[in-house]
DNA sequence: TTAGCCAAAATTGGCGCCAATTTATGGTAA
DNA sequence: TTACCATAAATTGGCGCCAATTTTGGCTAA
C-alpha cells in the first residue's frame, strides 16, 4: 500500500488565495481604493466564501487591505506620511547592515549581484512590468541577504508590501528606472571596493529615490 | 423608538478574542510549545469555534504560534538565532533614530520618561511580574514615540512581541531587573544632555542585555 | 514480555446556510 | 421638480454540521 496522498488533477492548487490577491493588488490589477467584493473574488479565483474570507482577513492584518465593518474590505492606500515613514525605517534596516554586507560577500556574490542587475537592466527594454518588478525584487533580496539576518532580510520584504500597494507603478518615468539601474551598479561596485560608506549612501538615494 | 443596539449583559465582550490568547502568552499562562486545543480555547474564553480559528491564524500571521496542517496550533518557541537576530533589528531600529529622540524631547517629555521609569522602579517592589512587564512597555513606547516616526513605533511593538513568547520572564534575575532601571535613567539622562551617542550606547546594551 | 497492527475516539478544518446590516430603487408628498 | 421615506435587493458575517486525518488504546501474535 503507497501512502502517497491521491492529489487533486492539478497539484498547483497548492497557492493560497492570499498570495493570488496580494500579487494582484500589488500588480495593480485591483487598483488603490476599489471595494474587494466577496462574491466577486470567490469567482475570480475559484474558491470557497470562507476562503476568500481567511485571505482578506490576514490581507487585513498585514494592512493591505482595509476592513469597514459591514462595509466589506477595499485595497489600502497609504498616504504620504506613511510612505516616507516607512522608507525612512528601510532606510535604517538596510544602511545599518551594510558593514555586514560588505564584510560577507565573496566575489561569487558580487558576480552573481552583477547578473542580477543586469536582468533588471534587460527587463527594462525587454519585459513586462511586472517582470520588472521582480528582477528588481530578486536583485534587493540577494543583495541585503548578505547580512546574514534572515529575520531581518524577511521583516524588510515584509514592510516593502507595505510601502505602495501598486508597487509596479513606483517607477513613475523611463528616467527613473534608469537611475534606479545606475543606482544597482553603484552598489555593486561599492561592495566591491569594500566601501561601506559608498554603499550607504547609494543605498539611502535608492530607498528615498531622489 | 431608539436605535440603540440591544447589548448583552457584559459589554466588555468589546475584545477581540486574539487578544486575550495574545495575552495569555505573553503573561505565560500559555506556555512555549504548548499545544493550543480549539476545544479548550473555545470553553476559556466563552467563544465560538469559528472565533478561536480566526485568532489562531491571526497569531499564526503573526507567528507567535506555528501551525502544523491536521495537528494544530502550538505556542512559538524561537530559538536562539532568531532571538538574537530579532534582537539586533531593534538595535538598528532603536538607535537609528536616536537623534530624532534627543532632538524632539521637550522638559516636559523628559519629565514623563522620569515619571514611567519610577513607575517602573515601583513595580520592581510592589506590583506582579506582569505589572512590571507593562511598565516596561509604557516607558519604551513613551521614549520611541518621541522619534515622530508612527510607522516605526508600531513595528518596534509588533516585533518586541515576537521576541520572546513569554516576555514576562525575560528578567532572569532581580540583578538584572535592577540593571534594567539604572539603564532607563541612564537613557533619560542621555536625553536630558542631549547626547544621542550616550543614548545609543545605553539603548544597544539594554536591548542585548549584556 | 514486547512489538506491531487494527479499531475507536478525538481533533482539525472545509463548506454552506441564514440572520443582520447596508445600499439601491421606486413611489409619494410637498 | 425635488426631497424624503419605505420597500426590496444585495452584501457581509456569524454559526454549526460533517468529512478527513491523526492519535490513542487495546488486542493479538511472535
Redesign the interface.
Known sequence: MNKLKPRGENDATAVDVTDLILNDIQTGVLAPGSWLKQIDLERRYQCTRPEVR?AL??LA??RLVEHVPNRGYHVFEPDG??AT??S??RV??ET??ADKVVANASSLDIQALRSLASRFDRMILEGTPIQLYEANLAFHHRLLSLCG????VN?VTE?RQRTSSAPVAQWKTRARIEQSSREHHEMIDAIAAGDAAALRDAITRHIRQN
Open positions: 481567511r482577513d490576514r492584518q498585514r506620511r506613511q515613514e516607512i525612512e525605517i535604517l534596516l545599518g547592515v539576518n534572515e529575520e531581518l521583516l514592510i
